[in-house]
């Protein structure tokens, strides 16, 4: 679709979210003869498979999340808008976002939606207010605050029991993400804050990685599941599989045995959930209005070229999508983000392009704690040191921005070489803030809009053709 010679006007592509699929298909589009702009509902490009380490203290949040704006800053026909989508019409091909009470209408002849996945508790949301999941930037700062906090109630406490529900620490879902989260928990408590405490011995906190499959990371080879498992071990993480987790309060955590369903409870005062996903909502709003199918975790079933049914101008991307049992992970939300920038590119330029997206399956890794992981590359499998040493140069490959390769780099050499941790700071509102405001509830939805939610907040028509009203 060239420049429209009516308006003048450029093919608009509309993006929908900063992660890897949305960042990754906007830079695809820059020689593009587009114009884009890309919605996101936070400021910063996250690099999700580093949250643990901002939860554990090694890398501050910032190290791991550029401001999208600025990695795109030189990037001329690329365009970002702060805000929450609220609304997409397949029909009227519009895009609604919402910020701070205003309301934002962007029209789009192209759409590329990677609003990713938030954390699922299976039906038990009122878990998480006991045990936050690890999706964003909050997340791993209240659970540093929570990691960290409970080490000083333990140091200022006297009961031996409440020293013991202290010092336990529970990590559910023995995924990569609980791996690396249970295995830093564990190098946290018996490296990093050796000798910082003068009642309690840190080395004695129990670290629990539990998880209702019968095996740790289960995507993977069952000789790394294995390894995994042992150089846990080693590390002093107490596994615990075929344990599914029943209930969740301030105290504890109860489980029943998937094998012969007998119960027990666990008593804990930090829970950490790293247990399962949840596309986001925009999924199923899309859903509705093409005639297609969301999966369990909510994902949209796109077509074999990642768009939906009868809209060959919007594809949807990365944790959003279900397609041929393709995982959650970066590299698809990458490669599905690109081929959609290039299929857009191509229908731009009047030229051809490939029908299906077909991904290619660089392997997986995950990290057990300082110089130990498994990586399972197809026929090649690798373990300990050398597997870290892979795991550490992929990583900093991926990580958006020569200062933040720099800066994380460097917060490597402090944590890995030595034995301190940079970002021991925990605040209160890392703690309690999420509470808080879930507490406050339509009120702060009030207090955040400036008192214009809901009602005539002025709504804005990006590049609205003069005979269309303002929404
Ligand atoms: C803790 C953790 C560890 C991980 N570790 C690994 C790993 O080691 N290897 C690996 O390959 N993968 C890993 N993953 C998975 C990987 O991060 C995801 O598969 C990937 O981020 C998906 O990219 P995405 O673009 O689909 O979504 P995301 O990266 O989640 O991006 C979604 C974007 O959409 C925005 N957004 C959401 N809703 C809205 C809305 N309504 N309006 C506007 N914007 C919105 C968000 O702000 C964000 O910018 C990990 C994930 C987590 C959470």
């Known amino acids: 679709m060239p420049t429209n010679p009516t308006t003048g006007r450029r093919p608009r592509v509309v993006i929908i979210g900063s992660g890897f699929g949305g960042l990754f298909a906007a830079q695809r589009l820059r020689k593009a003869d587009v114009d884009i702009t890309l919605v ?58 919402w910020l701070l009470g205003r309301e934002t209408v962007h029209e789009y002849d192209h759409l590329i939606v990677a609003a990713g996945a938030g954390q699922s508790y299976f039906g038990n949301s009122q878990f998480s207010q006991f045990a936050p999941g690890m999706k964003s930037v909050d997340d791993a700062l209240e659970l540093r605050g929570r990691i960290l906090g409970a080490f000083e109630m333990a140091e200022a406490a006297t009961d031996p029991a409440e020293i013991d529900r202290l010092l336990t620490f529970v990590v559910v879902g023995a995924g990569p993400t609980g791996v690396e989260m249970a295995g830093q928990i564990a190098e946290l408590a018996r490296r990093t804050l050796k000798r910082n405490f003068r009642n309690i011995d840190p080395k004695s906190a129990r670290v629990i990685l539990l998880d209702a499959a019968p095996v740790v990371l289960p995507p993977f080879a069952e000789k790394l599941q294995k390894n995994a498992a042992e ?21 504890g955590l109860d489980i029943k045995d998937t094998g012969d369903g007998t119960t027990r409870r666990i008593t804990a005062a930090t829970k950490i ?10 999924g199923a709003l899309l859903a509705q209005q093409c005639d297609v199918q969301v999966d369990r975790a909510g994902r949209v079933e796109v077509q074999p070229d990642l768009t939906l049914p009868g809209h060959p101008e919007v594809f949807v991307v990365g944790d959003m999508m279900s397609l041929d049992k393709l995982p ?103 703690v309690y803030g999420r509470l808080a405001l ?12 400036g008192g214009l939610h809901g009602s005539a907040a002025d709504p804005v028509r990006i590049d609205a053709p003069a005979d269309r009203t303002v929404a």
């Open 438 to 449: 879930e507490k406050l509830g339509p009120d702060f939805e009030v207090a955040q809009s």
């Open 231 to 251: 150089q846990l071990r080693g590390i002093g993480v107490e596994i615990q599989l075929g344990a599914m987790v029943t209930g969740l309060d301030a105290n």
């Open 273 to 282: 959930w790293a247990a399962g996903v949840q596309a986001s909502p925009l």
């Open 328 to 430: 959650g992970v970066a590299q698809v939300a990458i490669q599905g983000g690109r081929f959609a920038a290039d299929r857009i590119a191509a229908t731009v330029a009047g030229k051809s392009h490939k029908e299906k997206f077909e991904y290619f399956d660089k392997g997986s890794m995950a990290t057990i704690s300082r110089y130990k992981a498994v990586a399972d590359l197809g026929k090649i499998k690798v373990t300990g040191f050398l597997a870290w040493a892979m795991w550490l140069l992929v990583h900093l490959v991926y990580i958006v921005g020569f200062k933040s390769r720099l800066t994380t780099t460097f917060s490597w050499v402090v944590s890995f070489l030595g034995k301190g941790r940079a970002q021991r700071v925990a605040t209160q509102q890392q």
């Open 40 to 97: 996101a509902k936070t400021g910063h490009h996250l690099f999700q498979p580093l949250l643990y380490q901002v939860a554990t203290g090694i890398i501050s949040e910032g190290e791991i999340a550029p401001p999208t704006r600025d990695i795109l800053k030189k990037q001329q026909n690329a365009t970002v808008i702060l805000g929450e989508v609220v609304d997409i019409d397949l029909a009227d091909k519009t895009v609604t976002s």
